[in-house]
């Protein structure tokens, strides 16, 4: 009788674990998928830029052990460049990580931008760009941004899309994807949990960056006033 009851119980507990286990991963594959189809409604090509945006924003991706941008991010740059030329909107807004002394991100971001005849006062520096959501969260609090182009890879794009447009930023996206990457597989897999990390963000937890600080309004500021500060 013991074991009969015994055997009844773990039965049951078998199924509840079953039940909950498929709730939890319906309940991600939604977010996910939710995440990935919002963001990719606002992926455009050249030819659809909108002519009114007040920042072309560009994420970073890494450089060099000497300092200049890895492949990944040259290709951002240079994509950003043709934006810039196509719109007509000739403001940055460079975001990425400036932690430590010796890995200075954004400037090698800025030297590269530089090359293509824009105007230094159009170039903002952002330091404290750590991730995506603390990126999108400084473009709206700090640099007052409205409506934004963003640039990064096509993987990436649908979540930077989806953090902006929940922060407030009418953002559409153009997709830098020159050639084939390293480790692209891996960034992909990586990118649904970070969907669904930002989801939960942007909706429910709402975390401040690391840094904010005083506004710096692209529309009426001097870009070269972020040069060297690292909490912008």
């Known amino acids: 009788m013991v074991k009969r009851k015994l055997k009844k119980l773990v039965k049951h507990m078998i199924i509840f674990v079953i039940v909950v286990a498929v709730i939890v991963i319906t309940t991600i594959a939604s977010i996910i998928t939710k995440v990935q189809s919002y963001g990719e ?28 941008p890895t492949d990944i991010l040259k290709d951002r740059l240079e994509t950003s460049i043709e934006v810039c030329e196509k719109s007509g909107n000739k403001t940055f807004i460079l975001t990425g990580d400036h932690s430590r002394e010796d890995y200075d991100e954004v400037r090698a971001m800025k030297n590269y931008v530089m090359e ?37 890879n096509e993987y990436h794009l649908p979540r930077a899309i989806y953090i902006a447009r ?27 949990l970070a969907q669904l990390k930002d989801f939960m963000y942007v909706n429910i937890l709402k975390p401040e960056p690391t840094f904010l600080g005083e506004t710096i309004p692209v529309s009426t500021s001097d870009g ?7 909490e912008l």
């Open 41 to 68: 409604k606002y992926i455009i090509t050249l030819e659809e830029l909108p002519k009114d945006s007040d920042s072309i924003i560009v994420l970073g991706a890494g450089i060099k052990n000497d300092g200049t």
């Open 116 to 152: 293509n005849d824009i105007d230094e006062d159009k170039i903002f520096m952002d330091h404290a760009g750590f991730s995506t959501y603390e990126s999108m969260y400084r473009a709206k609090e700090i640099f007052d941004v409205k409506k934004a182009i963003i640039v990064t």
């Open 166 to 192: 929940k922060l407030g930023i009418e953002a559409y996206g153009v997709p830098s994807d020159k050639r084939g990457y390293m480790f692209m597989g891996s960034y992909k897999k990586r990118e649904r």
């Open 224 to 230: 070269r006033i972020t040069d060297d500060n690292k």
